[in-house]
């Protein structure tokens, strides 16, 4: 079972999201901060992040942090070029969309 990391700083976004990630057979580590979601990390595949948590400089520094560790998916509100992940998703992004993009990922 592929194992996703979900870093969120809404409280309401990240329960749905973890809810729908089990219900689709992910193991499910969750966080609302860069120290949170590090300390997360070992272990997963794909981490499915916010670039605002709640700074965009957090995002930028939990990606570099992450490196090679595991596949990143930024799903933000706010374009950002050449961030250095495997995909950017504009919000919002429909669920269907989303768990795609995650499956090609773990298959990877």
């Not at 057979?25 to 992040?49: D, I, T």
């Not at 992450?66 to 250095?84: K, Q, T, Y």
Request: charge should be negative.
């Amino acid at each position: 079972m592929p194992r996703v990391l979900l870093v969120e700083d809404d409280s309401e976004q990240l329960a749905l999201r973890k809810l729908i990630f089990e219900r689709s057979g992910y193991e499910v580590a969750a966080a609302v901060s860069a120290r949170e979601a590090l300390e997360q990390l070992p272990g997963c595949e794909v981490v499915v992040m916010d670039l605002k948590i709640p700074e965009a400089q957090d995002g930028l520094e939990l990606i570099h942090a992450i490196g090679n560790s595991a596949r990143i998916v930024v799903l933000s509100g706010a374009g950002e070029a050449d961030l250095p992940v495997d995909l950017f998703l504009l919000k919002p992004c429909s669920t269907p969309v989303l768990l795609a993009a995650v499956a090609k990922l773990c298959a990877s």
